[in-house]
């Protein structure tokens, strides 16, 4: 659904712990304050901003989790479970890729999320307008020092405006440790630098981190899953610049409300919000609005029941009745479809998140899983539907 609308009646977030009861008009991919358009009553609903996620691994989303940790660092993990011609890795290879991306798409979607990180190669030709979430196409990255070997090339290549994320201190040795430094020596840390990890940075490393003006991307149930740990408290309350990020289900819990969850263990709920909205937006360098509600910002938003919650307590139960992503509604309750006047969308449903309708084609890429995986597969470890 692309057209003009306004919705009239719901609660909106203008911050985590503020909102106001007030109507906005979707024109033309844009969000304005007001009704100026045919109305869609969301009364008994919050409306929040679409959450960006900082870091996924799109098409490994079907995988089921692999290794026994903890390891010493990613390296160990990634030789331990690098095992191509055995089940259940065999299968999933033989899974489509185009499809796989598609289903990591699905598990964001379902999240509220609108804006992902995906940190491997851009694909236009599978990223366009009918993907079921908005993946982010200006970036730099590495996949890291052990595994790309030409990380200066790549941030040299990388526009100052732009993020460059690399994954690092992904470990709780001395070699994951070391690697913020070995950064700074080639010159390969500074203000666009964004590190994905950094459990075994100690307080001299996220020190020299801060001084550089780099990002860091929390992943702490991939981390806790993978090294037996995450953060330490001091990084949390280091001053850098921390975005959330649910990584693939190889490694992590489920989708990035999942990592919601285990992160309000070690932060408040305000602090997550921002790291799932605007900081996420200043961390990668988005600038059109995308983790907030504002006047003229892109139309990306996620509406929940209103049960009288603050803007980052929703967050911490979200069940979405509504995604919509510049300015097209791409995931809806029934409820609310019918009041919208839907049709012809297809049905999805997600173990444990709730069932909707989808704008895609649901039917073709699950039978695309089915014919590989059968008819019980799962979605960052949660059995599908469709």
Not at 200 to 224: I, K, M, T
Not at 257 to 277: I, P, W
Not at 313 to 323: C, F, K, N, S, T
Request: proline share 6%; net charge negative; with cysteine.
């Amino acid at each position: 659904m692309t057209s003009d609308l306004a919705f009239t009646g719901a609660r909106v977030a203008l911050g985590a712990a503020v909102s106001a009861r007030c109507d906005v008009t979707v024109r033309q991919g844009r969000l304005y304050f007001g009704p100026s358009a045919p109305p869609v009553n969301l009364e008994g609903h919050l409306i929040l901003p679409g959450l960006i996620n900082a870091h996924d691994h799109l098409e490994f989303n079907l995988f089921p989790r692999l290794g026994r940790g903890p390891y010493p660092n990613a390296t160990s993990w990634a030789a331990d479970i690098h095992r191509p011609e055995e089940s259940p890795v065999r299968e999933q290879l033989r899974i489509p890729k185009a499809a796989r991306l598609w289903w990591g798409g699905v598990k964001n979607l379902a999240a509220g999320v609108t804006t992902v990180l995906h940190h491997n190669p851009y694909q236009p030709e599978v990223f366009g307008a009918d993907f079921p979430v908005r993946v982010i196409e200006r970036f730099g990255w590495a996949h890291s020092l052990r595994f790309s070997p030409d990380v200066a090339e790549r941030y040299a290549a990388t526009p100052s405006d732009a993020p460059f994320l690399i994954h690092a201190g992904e470990g709780s040795d001395a070699v994951a440790r070391d690697e913020i430094h070995q950064l700074d020596a080639m010159g390969v840390l500074g203000p666009s630098t964004v590190l994905v990890h950094g459990v075994a940075f100690d307080a001299r490393g996220f020190a020299l981190a801060r001084s550089r003006g780099a990002s860091l991307v929390w992943c702490p149930s991939a981390n806790q899953f993978t090294l037996g740990q995450t953060l330490a408290r001091e990084a949390l309350e280091s001053a850098i610049p921390i975005a959330l990020g649910s990584d693939s289900a190889m490694t992590a819990e489920g989708d990035l409300l999942d990592e919601l969850r285990m992160a309000r263990h070690s932060v408040n709920a305000a602090r997550l919000y921002g790291m799932v909205t605007v900081d996420a937006a200043r961390v990668l360098k988005l600038r059109s609005g995308e983790g907030e509600l504002r006047e003229g910002g892109i139309a990306d938003l996620v509406a929940v029941e209103d049960r009288g919650q603050s803007p980052a307590e929703a967050l911490l139960d979200l069940r979405p009745a509504l995604v919509m992503i510049g300015g097209r509604v791409r995931l809806v309750s029934e409820s609310l479809a019918g009041r919208m006047g839907l049709e012809g969308w297809q049905p999805l449903a997600i173990e444990g998140r709730g069932r909707w309708l989808m704008d895609g084609d649901v039917p073709h890429f699950a039978g695309r899983v089915r014919e590989i995986l059968g008819e019980d597969f799962r979605l960052a470890g949660k059995r599908v539907t469709a």
